[in-house]
C-alpha cells in the first residue's frame, strides 16, 4: 500500500476516532432513544382521547389517568387538561435531552476535528517546499478552516439528526403497524420511493458544490496573496486591478453557489410536495379504512398526526445527504493535500556539526533545474571550515539556489552535499538546519512581539537578547520603543523599516548560535554607515564559522576570504578580491567601475 493510501483520511479513520469516544457515544444514543421515547407517543396522546373523551368508545388511556386524578378531576376538561400537562412535560423533556445530546456530539465532533487537524499539521511538516509555492497559503489555510468545519458540521449535527430522526422514524412505524399494519405498509413503502427520488436531485447537486467549494479556494488564495502585498499594491496605484480579478473570483463563487443552493432547494421541495401528496392520499385511505373497517375516528386522527409527525424526521434524513456530499468532497481535498509530496526524511546517522566550532560545505557535481534549463550544472565548491567566503555573479547565476540546497529546503538531480565531509543525506535535515543559519534579504516576520520574532521559540535571556540586538546594531532603536522587547512588529514586520527587519534578523542569527552562516543579502537595505558598523560587530562572531555572503554590494563582498564568481550555474572564477579585479573576467566587469568610483 502507497504512502499517499496510508495517510489518506477514509471514512472508516473517522469512525475510529469517533470510537475512542465510546463513553460519550453510548450516552448519545441513550439520550436519543430518550428523545425518541419522549417525541413519538405525542401525536398518540391527545387524539385517543377523542375516542375515549368525546365519542365515549373504551376508557384504556382514562382507567390509567384515574390512578393520578383526584375524583373532582375525572371530568373531560380534567382529562383534557392531565393530557396537556403530559405533553408540556414531554416536549420539556425532549428539549433537556436534544440539547444534552447535542452537546455530546459537539464535543465529539469538535475532538474528531482537532486530531485531523493535527494530522494535517503534522503532514504539513513534511510537504516539500515545491509544494507550497504551487499549493499558496491561501489554498492551504483553506484545507486547514473550511474543509474541516465542513466535516466538523456534518459528524456535530448530521450525525445528531440522523441517530433521532432515525429512532423516530422506527417508533412511529412500529405504532402504525400496531394501530393499523396494512395502512401503515401504504405509508412505510412510500417512504423509499421519496428518499431514492431525492438522493437522485441530490447527485446533480453534488457537482455543483464540489465546484463552489473550488471557487472559495481560489477566491481564498487570490485574497490572501492580495492582502500580503497590498502595501505595494497600494504603492504602485494598481488596486482597482488587483480588486478586479478579486470581484470576478467572488463572482465566480457567487454563481457556482447560486446554482448549487437553488437546485438544492428545489430538490427539498420537490422531495416535500411527494410526501405532501403521499399524505393526501394517506388521509383518503385513512378516511376509507374508517368505513371498511374498524378503526376509530380517533385513531384515524392519529394516523394524521403522524403522518406530520413524520415529515420532520424524513426531511432530515434527506437532508443530511446534501451535508455528506459536502462533507465527502471536503474529505477529498483533504486527501488531495496529504497526497503532496514529502521532503526527503533522510536518516540522522552522523552528526559532523557535534563537538566542532564550525565546518567545511562541499558541493560536487550538483544539477539542478527548476523545470527544464538548469539553475546549477556540475557544480563543484569547496569552502573550509571557518572560512568566509563570497557569492558574487549575475542575477539568475544560481546563488540563492544553492542556499536552498545547502539548507535541504530543494534535492538537486544529481550530485551530493557535504558537511565535514558528510553526506546532508546522512545527516538529516532537522540537524543541518539546527547548525546552519541563514539571513534573507527580505525576512519572515510574525505580527508578534520582538522577543518572539528574535527566539523563535528558543529558550533566550533578556540579557542575550539586547546583546544579540546591540551587535546587529539595532538596540538603540529598539531601546527607544515604549513595550522594548515586548513591541508588536506587526504583519510581516510592517512597523519596522526595511533595514531595522534586516537587523532584527541578523539578531535572531546570532540567538541561533549556528555553525555555518548563510548571508543572503542581508544588508542590502542599510546605508553605508550602518552596514559597515555591522560588519565590524559581527567580524568576532563571525571568526571561526563558515560563512557565505550572498551580495551585490562590494561592501559586502570585501568581508570575505574567497570569492567565488557564478556563471550560467557554475563557478567561472574564484579568488581574493584584488586579484579577481585586476583579471578581465566577469568579477571585473562587475565590480571594476564600482572599484574606480
Not at 173 to 197: E, K, R, S, Y
Request: aromatic share 6%.
Amino acid at each position: 500500500m502507497s504512502n499517499t493510501a496510508l495517510e489518506s483520511i477514509r471514512w472508516g479513520d473517522i469512525r475510529a476516532l469517533a470510537f475512542k469516544h465510546k463513553k460519550a457515544l453510548l450516552m448519545a444514543h441513550g439520550l436519543a432513544l430518550l428523545v425518541t421515547l419522549c417525541s413519538v407517543p405525542l401525536p398518540l396522546l391527545l387524539p385517543l382521547l377523542v375516542d375515549e373523551v368525546l365519542l365515549g368508545q373504551g376508557r384504556a388511556a382514562l382507567d390509567v389517568l384515574d390512578n393520578f386524578l383526584p375524583a373532582s378531576a375525572q371530568v373531560a376538561g380534567g382529562y383534557i387538561g392531565a393530557m396537556l400537562v403530559i405533553t408540556l412535560l414531554l416536549r420539556a423533556a425532549n428539549l433537556c435531552f436534544s440539547v444534552l445530546q447535542a452537546r455530546l456530539f459537539a464535543r465529539l465532533a469538535k475532538d474528531v476535528v482537532y486530531r485531523l487537524r493535527l494530522r494535517l499539521l503534522t503532514r504539513l511538516e513534511r510537504i516539500a517546499l515545491s509544494e507550497y509555492e504551487t499549493l499558496g497559503g491561501g489554498t492551504v489555510s483553506s484545507h486547514l478552516v473550511t474543509d474541516l468545519t465542513t466535516l466538523d458540521s456534518f459528524i456535530g449535527q448530521s450525525l445528531s439528526r440522523f441517530l433521532v430522526s432515525l429512532l423516530m422514524i422506527v417508533g412511529t412505524a412500529g405504532i402504525l403497524l400496531w394501530m393499523h399494519w396494512q395502512l401503515a405498509l401504504l405509508i412505510l413503502c412510500f417512504n423509499p420511493l421519496v428518499i431514492l427520488l431525492t438522493v437522485k436531485l441530490g447527485k446533480q447537486v453534488k457537482e455543483l458544490k464540489r465546484k463552489e467549494n473550488e471557487g472559495t479556494s481560489r477566491f481564498t488564495q487570490a485574497l490572501t496573496e492580495t492582502l500580503e502585498a497590498i502595501q505595494e499594491v497600494r504603492a504602485g496605484n494598481r488596486q482597482a486591478t488587483f480588486m478586479g480579478r478579486l470581484r470576478e473570483r467572488a463572482q465566480e463563487v457567487r454563481d457556482f453557489a447560486v446554482a448549487a443552493e437553488w437546485k438544492s432547494d428545489a430538490a427539498g421541495r420537490a422531495s416535500g410536495v411527494i410526501f405532501q401528496l403521499g399524505i393526501d392520499v394517506f388521509r383518503a385511505a385513512a378516511m376509507l379504512t374508517v368505513l371498511l373497517s374498524d378503526l376509530s375516528i380517533g385513531q384515524m386522527l392519529a394516523v394524521f398526526s403522524y403522518l406530520w409527525f413524520m415529515i420532520g424526521p424524513v426531511e432530515q434524513l434527506l437532508s443530511i445527504q446534501y451535508s455528506y456530499y459536502a462533507a465527502d468532497a471536503a474529505r477529498g481535498r483533504l486527501n488531495d493535500l496529504l497526497a503532496r509530496a514529502d521532503e526527503p526524511d533522510y536518516p540522522a546517522l552522523h552528526n559532523p556539526f557535534a563537538g566542532a566550532e564550525s565546518v567545511s560545505i562541499d558541493v560536487r557535481g550538483v544539477r539542478f533545474a527548476y523545470q527544464q534549463d538548469p539553475v546549477l550544472n556540475d557544480l563543484n565548491l569547496n569552502i573550509a571550515a571557518g572560512e568566509k567566503v563570497a557569492l558574487v555573479g549575475a542575477s539568475g547565476g544560481g546563488k540563492s539556489t544553492l542556499v536552498q540546497l545547502l539548507l535541504g529546503l530543494y534535492t538537486p538531480e544529481r550530485g551530493e552535499i557535504c558537511y565535514g565531509g558528510v553526506p546532508l543525506q546522512q545527516i538529516g535535515l532537522p540537524c543541518v538546519r539546527e547548525h546552519v543559519a541563514v539571513v534573507l534579504q527580505h525576512p519572515a516576520l510574525f505580527n508578534d512581539t520582538l522577543r518572539a520574532n528574535l527566539t523563535l521559540g528558543r529558550e533566550r535571556s533578556d540579557e542575550e537578547c539586547w546583546q544579540a540586538l546591540d551587535m546587529a546594531q539595532l538596540a538603540v532603536a529598539v531601546r527607544a520603543m515604549p513595550q522594548g522587547l515586548d513591541s508588536i512588529v506587526g504583519r510581516q514586520g510592517v512597523r519596522l523599516s526595511g533595514g531595522q527587519r534586516q537587523r532584527l534578523a541578523i539578531a535572531r542569527m546570532i540567538l541561533a548560535r549556528p555553525k555555518v552562516v548563510i548571508l543572503d543579502e542581508a544588508t542590502s537595505a542599510l546605508d553605508a554607515a550602518t552596514e559597515h558598523a555591522v560588519h565590524e560587530a559581527l567580524q568576532d562572531f563571525l571568526k571561526g564559522r563558515t560563512t557565505l555572503i550572498v551580495a551585490h554590494r562590494l561592501s559586502a563582498v570585501k568581508q570575505a576570504d574567497r570569492v567565488l564568481v557564478f556563471d550560467g550555474g557554475r563557478i567561472a572564477e574564484q579568488g581574493g578580491h584584488h586579484e579577481l579585479l585586476a583579471g578581465d573576467g566577469l568579477y571585473a566587469k562587475l565590480y571594476g567601475q564600482l572599484q574606480r568610483l
